[in-house]
Nanobody, 118 residues
Framework: QAQVVESGGDFVRPGGSLRLSCTASGITFSNYRVTWYRQVPGKERESVASISAPGATSTYAESVKGRFFVSRDNSKNTALLTMNTLKSEDTAVYYC???????????WGQGTQVTVSS
């Protein structure tokens, strides 16, 4: 079954770090761009970071630049979102989306909760 699954969400104090994983199965992962989104109740889902299919380029939302880093290992079908200097406003459910660069296929994970609080 083709899918992507996030993991790594947790409770962390402000200033702390977390690393989220997005692991794909049933797809040729190297054909997929990966984008991390987050959503809080009552707000629209927002894109926070994206990495190209080969992993050569990445983009970040202004709110996370310099604190979040996206990477991937296509040999392990995994993308990572490393989050440093976390703030309370980073609290959200984080989602991984993989979209195929050659066709319209896309997969969303189920989300993983990140809570930043003192």
């Amino acid at each position: 079954q083709a899918q992507v699954v996030e993991s790594g969400g947790d409770f962390v104090r402000p200033g702390g770090s977390l690393r989220l994983s997005c692991t794909a199965s049933g797809i040729t992962f190297s054909n997929y761009r990966v984008t991390w989104y987050r959503q809080v109740p009552g707000k629209e889902r927002e894109s926070v970071a994206s990495i190209s299919a080969p992993g050569a380029t990445s983009t970040y939302a202004e709110s996370v630049k310099g604190r979040f880093f996206v990477s991937r290992d296509n040999s392990k079908n995994t993308a990572l979102l490393t989050m440093n200097t976390l703030k309370s406003e980073d609290t959200a459910v984080y989602y991984c989306r993989a979209d195929n660069i050659y066709n319209s296929r896309e997969f969303w994970g189920q989300g993983t909760q990140v809570t930043v609080s003192s």
